[in-house]
């Protein structure tokens, strides 16, 4: 397979149990935000996004929170299943471009 | 979301050559992106693919080593040009449509 993530951070979680992935990001005026998800050999998959004017976000099985006072992103995934393993990332967009800023992402490993 | 494709899915090149990634895209769109993505590590935005005019790079990209072509609003090249092994990567166009999608990318081994 592709070696995307040899080297990131790694959260192990059982099946079944929920994961948290936490980011931080670098510009205050960064307005919008998105998680993706990277399976080995593709490319990134939206998962879900969030605007700055809200702090919460909730998709299917996953949830992102946007804490602009401490610039920090986190996304759930509840009932973590096999099929979540892989490595996310977030972005953020910095406001009035469409250019992406990519975290250095975290390896999510599901285990039986 | 727009469908987007990439071609080659991969290659494995010698050095001082040249490589030019296609990225189709199945509706048209304002902007077109290409990223790179080194083993291990992160996305990177090369540039930005404008349509009738001349790619905007970012910081560390030349247009020399990574000529942009965006004939049309479906579909872009970009060219990595003279390689070496520091160019093997992930290759990755994107579009912005409502939010940014990405191609399934295009991985580069330069031997």
């Known amino acids: 397979g592709e070696s995307v993530g040899l080297h990131l951070p790694t959260l192990s979680v059982q099946e079944g149990d929920n994961s948290i992935i936490n980011c931080a990001y670098s510009n205050s005026a960064s307005d919008y935000f998105i998680w993706y998800k990277q399976e080995s050999g593709k490319g990134p998959q939206f998962i879900i996004d969030?605007?700055?004017?809200?702090d919460k976000r909730q998709g299917q099985r996953v949830t992102v929170l946007l804490n602009k006072t401490v610039k920090h992103l986190s996304l759930q995934i509840a009932a973590t299943q096999p099929g979540d393993s892989a490595v996310y990332f977030c972005a953020e967009n910095r406001k009035n471009t469409d250019k992406l800023i990519f975290g250095t992402g975290t390896r999510l490993q599901v285990f039986p | 979301s727009a469908v987007i494709s990439q071609k080659p899915s991969r290659d494995i090149c010698q050095r001082g050559t040249s490589l030019t990634i296609q990225c189709q895209v199945d509706s048209q769109v304002t902007m077109m992106f290409w990223y790179r993505q080194q083993p291990g590590q992160s996305l990177t935005l090369i540039a930005t693919?404008?349509?009738?005019?001349?790619?905007?790079?970012e910081s560390g990209f030349v247009i020399d080593k990574f000529p942009i072509s965006r004939p049309n609003l479906t579909f872009s090249t970009l060219t990595v040009s003279n390689m070496s092994p520091e160019d093997s990567s992930i290759y990755l166009c994107?579009?912005?449509?409502?939010?940014?999608?990405f191609g399934p990318g295009t991985r580069l081994t330069v031997l």
């Open positions: 994107s579009v912005s449509q409502a939010s940014q999608f």
């Open positions: 969030i605007r700055s004017n809200m």
């Open positions: 693919a404008n349509q009738g005019s001349e790619a905007t790079y």
